[in-house]
């Protein structure tokens, strides 16, 4: 069973809906390199709140990650992180129990 990690935050002051939206996009080569990575989106609301939608195969791999989102051991995270307001960071993960299509 599919799990969807859902990752809400908001950006710090000064920062542009573009900004983090190619800070985010810097990012996806760890995404993509993890294993059971199925998929990702972003989006955001008109108020600020980004929301970041990891799709896992399951929740193994969804828990492994946490544990390997380290700038140190991968660069491409720094602009993601240095964008994120911390104080408003939430992640959820979420058994997948229905798909259409």
């Known amino acids: 069973m599919s799990v969807l990690e859902v990752v809400r935050y908001r950006v710090k002051a000064g920062t542009t809906p573009e900004q983090a939206t190619a800070a985010w996009e810097k ?15 972003l989006a955001h609301t008109e108020d600020g ?22 700038v140190d051991k991968y660069p491409e995270l720094g602009d993601l992180v240095a964008v994120l307001d911390e104080e408003t960071l939430d992640i959820q993960h979420f058994s997948v129990l229905g798909r259409e299509g």
Do not use: H, N, T, Y
């Open 49 to 70: 709140l980004f929301v970041d939608i990891v799709e896992w195969v399951d929740m193994a791999a969804a828990k492994a990650v946490l544990e390997e989102f380290k």
């Open 27 to 41: 990012s996806q080569s760890f995404a993509k390199a993890q294993p059971g990575f199925v998929s990702r989106k």
